[in-house]
């Protein structure tokens, strides 16, 4: 339904890259760590190795109990998925897209 590259605020001073998706039935996150380099095999080894790992989540739609509007700074377009395992606080385009698309499947 929807997909886009986003940032997901892991906490307060961890920001990764990632992709939001929005399915007929989910809202996925793929999000891994990034910035890990350095010269030859062994540097591009490590940044496989890191960003291998993913850090985001996987959610059915029914299992979301809210989503709000965030701030982080001076951003607004903060998106709050709050679900019984905790919150994820993302950094979308636009919160009122992503919130008016998760009300319409809820």
């Known amino acids: 339904m929807k997909e ?4 997901y ?3 307060k001073a961890n ?3 990632g992709t939001l998706k929005l399915t007929d ?3 996925i996150l793929e999000a891994h760590k990034t910035g ?3 010269m030859g095999l062994l540097g591009s080894i490590l940044k496989r190795k890191v960003e291998k790992e993913n850090y985001g989540f996987d959610v059915a739609l029914n299992e979301i109990e809210g989503v709000n509007q965030g701030k982080q700074g001076l951003q ?6 709050k679900t019984k395992e905790g919150e994820y606080r993302i950094v ?3 919160y009122d897209e992503w919130a ?7």
């Open 76 to 81: 607004k377009n903060i998106l709050e998925v």
């Open 25 to 27: 039935d989910r809202l």
């Open 4 to 7: 886009e590259k986003v940032g």
């Open 92 to 94: 979308v385009k636009s």
């Open 100 to 106: 008016n698309l998760l009300s319409q499947t809820s």
């Open 36 to 38: 890990v380099g350095g």
């Open 9 to 11: 605020l892991k906490s």
């Open 15 to 17: 920001l990764l890259q």
